[in-house]
């Protein structure tokens, strides 16, 4: 596709439930990585593929967050046990290894945890 | 700790007045620099980025920034404001190990 592709767009979950999130990223792009916005927060950092190596995880917020990243494509976030702060806007974004980095990111998930 | 700030939440500026959004951060070895924005209801695009050399950078729609070592800034400007540059601002920094992070956001009123 032309752009980073994110799916669902929004979802509403009940607290307690699991829940999953796709990024497609750009065809090419060996980077990729996972951004939280909330209100008032900014964007924070949560995770970081580049090809085969092991993610930076650094940024996961506790051990109900994971992300895997298949084939160096699609990536899936998954988040274990909602809980109400969880809510915010997931946004995933690719790039090339090269070029300083610039990110292209997609439109993000919007999750809400009732 | 790495840390990227921009310490206004908010900027007015009258439209055709020059205005700046302001970014400073911390990091160890050299930088890359990005400002990103994000219009209502829309993704975060690109606007301008300083990996190397000039320390003035031009970006999109007139755009630019100085990066500023001694000062370890990097503030966003342009000479003359449009109603349609109202949005919100992030400053992103990414360092050594590839690792990126943004400011919380400046969030840009241009009033006509």
């Known amino acids: 596709g032309a752009g980073v592709s994110q799916s669902p767009s929004n979802k509403v979950t009940e607290k307690g439930k699991d829940v999953e999130l796709r990024c497609d990223p750009i065809?090419?792009?060996?980077?990729l990585y996972w951004y939280r916005q909330s209100l008032g927060q900014g964007l924070e950092f949560l995770i970081y593929?580049?090809?085969?190596?092991?993610?930076?995880k650094s940024g996961l917020p506790s051990d109900r967050f994971s992300a895997e990243r298949t084939g160096g494509s699609v990536s899936t976030l998954t988040i274990q046990r909602t809980q109400q702060e969880d809510s915010a806007v997931y946004l995933c974004?690719?790039?090339?290894?090269?070029?300083?980095?610039?990110?292209?990111f997609g439109n993000g998930t919007r999750l809400t945890v009732t | 700790a790495q840390s990227v700030a921009q310490p206004e939440d908010q900027v007015n500026v009258a439209e055709g007045n020059p205005l700046t959004v302001k970014c400073t951060y911390s990091?160890?070895?050299?930088?890359?620099l990005f400002w990103y924005v994000q219009y209502p209801n829309r993704g975060l695009q690109f606007l301008l980025k300083?990996?190397?050399?000039?320390?003035l950078v031009k970006g999109s729609y007139g755009f630019e920034a100085e990066f500023n070592k001694s000062q370890t800034s990097f503030h966003l400007k342009k000479p003359s404001a449009l109603v349609s540059d109202s949005a919100l601002y992030f400053c992103?920094?990414?360092?050594?190990?590839?690792?990126?992070?943004f400011g919380k956001g400046t969030r840009l009123h241009i009033l006509p």
């Open positions: 593929f580049q090809g085969n190596s092991a993610p930076d």
């Open positions: 300083y990996i190397t050399g000039d320390n």
């Open positions: 065809s090419g792009h060996t980077a």
């Open positions: 974004a690719s790039s090339l290894a090269s070029g300083g980095r610039t990110l292209h």
């Open positions: 992103a920094v990414r360092w050594g190990d590839d690792k990126i992070i």
């Open positions: 990091v160890s070895g050299n930088p890359y």
